[in-house]
Nanobody, 123 residues
Framework: QVQLVESGGGLVQAGGSLRLSCAASGRTFRNYAMGWFRQAPGKEREFVAAFNWLGSSEYYADSVKGRFTISIDGANTMYLVMNSLKPEDTGVYYC?????????????????WGQGTQVTVSS
């Protein structure tokens, strides 16, 4: 059974940093699309960042570009380092993995999801 478990969320002041982790079990995810999404209260889930094994490419939403960094450790752990956090970054952050290669900023592209970890940025 495939499982994704996020950790690392919490409460931080604006300007602070957090590192989210996503540990995958049940299969290796090397070479498959991996990404982070977030959902704020009353809003739809939105793309944050993705990693494409083809060329080891990284993709970011414009709102987080230059502040967030996605990285992979081996075949089963993914991180999201978040710096210069803003109150508008508040939300539940989800990691996601696809059964296909490539990358996408569309949530429907991904097949496996974690339970989410809360990030709250105070002003």
């Amino acid at each position: 059974q495939v499982q994704l478990v996020e950790s690392g969320g919490g409460l931080v002041q604006a300007g602070g940093s957090l590192r989210l982790s996503c540990a995958a079990s049940g299969r290796t995810f090397r070479n498959y699309a991996m990404g982070w999404f977030r959902q704020a209260p009353g809003k739809e889930r939105e793309f944050v960042a993705a990693f494409n094994w083809l060329g080891s490419s990284e993709y970011y939403a414009d709102s987080v570009k230059g502040r967030f960094t996605i990285s992979i450790d081996g075949a089963n752990t993914m991180y999201l380092v978040m710096n210069s956090l803003k109150p508008e970054d508040t939300g539940v952050y989800y990691c996601a993995v696809s059964r296909v290669r490539g990358y996408s900023d569309n949530a429907s592209f991904y097949d496996y999801w974690g339970q989410g970890t809360q990030v709250t940025v105070s002003s």
